[in-house]
């Protein structure tokens, strides 16, 4: 029974430990898009380069802006004609056709549509693109994941925690005429409990350490999986090296924990009398 | 020492087991509390024990009001009891020596202490020559001796003995009830709970007979004369 219910913890914190990853990971490829995604703000095509420029301290003042870029017209066309190969096809072609323009970085991609609109309200400018369908999938999938780690992460504590309470109950019900005699003679609680929560931590121990090292393993083989099967410059997957302490120390608490508890409950009926 | 004042006791399904229960025990004495089944005996030695509170009236053991007594203190009240059953309840898996020795262990005592004084107990029951053999192994007189000798162990000022030869022949009845009088010459104060009207009659003790809940009689007199109505 101890042997099914180190496993039970390890299976539980794996899948726990997979979906925080997944989460993190998730976070951290949106926060990556949230830097490159842009706000393209155009400014009314009356203005000179001067009072262009002068729009910056104004952008940058709204809310949820984090950073503005002034490209003047001539850095606008210089750019769009380099993305070619043959750049003769655009010999003679002026870059008044093209407007000064900045490109706004934000701090929360979730406030896309409202940046956009408060920037449209900016004296000298004219026109602002943003891909609002893209920022609103991007935070879509991160609550969905978010959302569905949370719940899973309790239902699996739950799990654990259960697993283990019947695990030492199951041992202090072989010793339950010992536990009576210890009672009887003057024993305290605590000198009854103690050894079933040190049963419990070891258990605890024993599966969050194995859990943590397999997780450990997993992680580098999906995650290297993933990158190499996406073909998607952003999506890059978070060093294990960056998240190990933590890892662990999670890993630690909730075996600790399940350990601890699931030992305290188990001896709770015991020492009523 | 004992003292029942006053004692009621009823269970939640609305069994009235004791209806104002009086009697005092002092240190040393040697008592045998009697009565037929359901007569409340069992609930005197529960409340002895801490095992159960008084709904009203007060009990008294060596110090301690078992009707106000805080849970983490029930252990140090037990420590100045020792408890004998019927069926002996031994672990099966320790020795002689160990079953006795555990009984030290659980109260904190040294293995200095343990050494000295858990070979002294077997021996005044009787077995110090059976140290290291297993329950199994012995007979049942035997067994009950190893059970009077782990509640004799730490000292304690009352034994109480629940039908303490309820699973033994006549002749190992004796035996044990003689071990029993042994104890109560060098000091200790013994409460022999027990329906067997022979071996009562046998001795000539205090006898607290109990029935419906009620003391029935309480007599020097050493006879189990009550009768089953």
């Given at each position: 029974m101890s042997f099914a219910s180190i496993c039970v913890i390890i299976a539980c914190l794996i899948i726990m430990g997979s979906f925080a990853l997944l989460a993190l990971n998730v976070n951290s490829i949106i926060k990556?898009?949230?830097?490159?995604?842009?706000?393209?703000?155009?400014?009314?095509?009356?203005l000179s380069e001067s009072e262009a420029r002068?729009?910056?301290?104004?952008?940058?003042?709204?809310?949820?802006?984090?950073?503005?870029?002034?490209?003047?017209?001539?850095?606008?066309?210089?750019?769009?004609?380099?993305t070619y190969d043959d750049q003769s096809l655009f010999d003679g072609l002026d870059s008044s056709v093209l407007r000064h323009r900045y490109i706004i970085y934000l701090d929360d991609i979730a406030k896309m549509a409202?940046?956009?609109?408060?920037?449209?309200?900016v004296q000298g400018i004219a026109k602002v693109s943003a891909h609002l369908e893209i920022g609103r999938g991007f935070v879509r999938v991160r609550n969905i994941v978010s959302a569905v780690s949370l719940v899973l992460v309790i239902i699996l504590f739950v799990i654990s925690l259960f697993i283990m309470s019947n695990t030492i109950k199951l041992t202090t019900f072989e010793r339950r005429d010992e536990i009576a005699i210890m009672k009887m003679v003057g024993a305290t609680s605590g000198f009854i409990r103690w050894p079933f929560v040190i049963e419990g931590l070891?258990?605890?121990?024993?599966?969050?350490?194995?859990?943590?090292?397999?997780?450990?393993?997993?992680?580098?083989?999906?995650?290297?999986?993933?990158?190499a099967a996406s073909g998607l410059s952003f999506v890059k997957a978070l060093p294990f090296a960056t998240i190990a302490a933590p890892m662990l120390g999670a890993f630690l608490a909730v075996g600790l924990g399940v350990g601890i508890i699931g030992s305290l409950v188990a001896i709770r009926n015991y020492l009523k009398v | 020492m004992v003292q029942f004042t006053d004692v009621f006791k009823s269970y939640e399904n609305g069994t009235k087991a004791l209806k104002g229960v009086n009697f005092?025990?002092?240190?040393?004495?040697?008592?045998?509390?009697?009565?037929?089944?359901?007569?409340?005996?069992?609930?005197?030695?529960?409340?002895?024990?801490?095992?159960?509170a008084p709904?009203?009236?007060?009990?008294?053991?060596?110090?301690?009001?078992?009707?106000?007594?805080?849970?983490?203190?029930?252990?140090?009240?037990?420590?100045?009891?020792?408890?004998?059953?019927?069926?002996?309840?031994?672990?099966?898996?320790?020795?002689?020596?160990?079953?006795?020795?555990?009984?030290?262990r659980v109260v904190g005592s040294s293995n200095k202490e343990i050494r000295r004084r858990v070979p002294y107990v077997l021996e005044l029951v009787g077995l110090d020559t059976r140290m290291h053999r297993r329950p199994q192994e012995l007979s049942g007189g035997e067994q009950q001796r190893v059970?009077?000798?782990?509640?004799?162990?730490?000292n304690p000022s009352i034994i109480i003995a629940d039908e303490p030869t309820g699973n033994l022949d006549p002749a190992r009845s004796l035996e044990i009830m003689l071990l029993l009088e042994k104890i109560n010459e060098l000091g200790t104060t013994v409460l022999v709970v027990t329906h067997e009207k022979g071996l009562v009659n046998s001795f000539s003790k205090r006898v607290i007979a109990i029935d419906g809940g009620r003391v029935i009689s309480d007599g020097m007199d050493g006879y189990y004369n009550y009768e089953t109505k």
């Open positions: 990556t898009l949230e830097s490159e995604n842009q706000i393209l703000a155009y400014v009314d095509e009356n002068a729009l910056q301290s104004q952008i940058e003042q709204v809310a949820n802006v984090k950073s503005a870029q002034f490209v003047s017209r001539d850095d606008a066309m210089k750019s769009f004609v380099s409202d940046t956009q609109q408060a920037l449209v309200n070891i258990l605890g121990s024993i599966g969050s350490l194995s859990a943590y090292l397999i997780q450990w393993g997993v992680y580098k083989l999906v995650s290297d999986d993933v990158i | 005092q025990i002092a240190d040393g004495e040697f008592v045998f509390i009697v009565g037929p089944s359901g007569s409340g005996k069992t609930t005197v030695i529960k409340l002895i024990t801490g095992e159960i709904t009203d009236g007060t009990v008294n053991i060596n110090g301690f009001d078992l009707g106000t007594i805080k849970f983490s203190k029930l252990p140090y009240l037990r420590r100045t009891l020792g408890v004998v059953f019927q069926d002996f309840r031994l672990i099966e898996d320790k020795t002689v020596y160990e079953n006795v020795a555990f009984a030290m059970a009077i000798a782990r509640a004799l162990v730490n």
